[in-house]
């Protein structure tokens, strides 16, 4: 039996050609973060998307923040029994996009729950990432750019050139 889903991963994602076809390219502005729910959900006005429980998939890239546990990240996993890393700030520049990805896929929701989805990634920066108070700004700005669209933001290397934290991108 293949249940049916709402929306999948790129790691392991097969599909029709003409589903493809109908549906376009993945969205270039994306580039990282949600490109896959985005394009799944365009994927299902052409057909139903199915899960195959047998199957097996090995993804090499670790899922998580990649950075170095924090006491208040390792007792929230603790209390809420989750298994989530906080993000070195020199990879932030990945949930940025993330959040403004989703905000996009969201952005007909009302004030009000978007509201609640900016407070969500705002209450797991506190709770898991190292100098959360610095990134909290972030957040709320590129929460703000998904809502309006608005795909400007430092590429990777002039986050990494600090560029960013500076105004300049």
């Known amino acids: 039996r293949r249940e049916e889903v709402r929306c999948a ?37 052409h057909g139903a998307i199915r899960l195959v429980p047998e199957s097996e998939i090995l993804h090499k890239v670790p899922i998580g923040g990649g950075g170095a546990m924090t006491r208040r990240g390792a007792l929230a996993n603790r209390r809420l029994g989750l298994t989530y890393a906080p993000v ?8 940025l996009y993330r959040v403004r990805n989703f905000m996009w896929i969201k ?20 709770l898991y990432d190292p100098g959360p108070l610095r990134r909290l700004p972030w957040i709320v700005r590129f929460a703000r750019k998904g809502r ?22």
């Open 107 to 126: 952005r007909d929701v009302g004030r009000l729950e978007f509201a609640a989805l900016t407070a969500a990634y705002l209450a797991k920066s506190l």
């Open 88 to 95: 070195p700030w020199d990879a932030f520049w990945r949930d």
């Open 9 to 45: 991963s790129f790691v392991g994602l097969l599909m029709r050609t003409s589903a493809a076809r109908a549906a376009g390219l993945p969205l270039a502005e994306f580039f990282i973060g949600y490109d896959d729910a985005e394009y799944s959900l365009r994927l299902r006005e």
């Open 148 to 169: 309006r669209g608005d795909w400007s933001a430092p590429t990777p290397e002039e986050w990494a050139s600090g560029a960013a934290a500076r105004g300049r991108a």
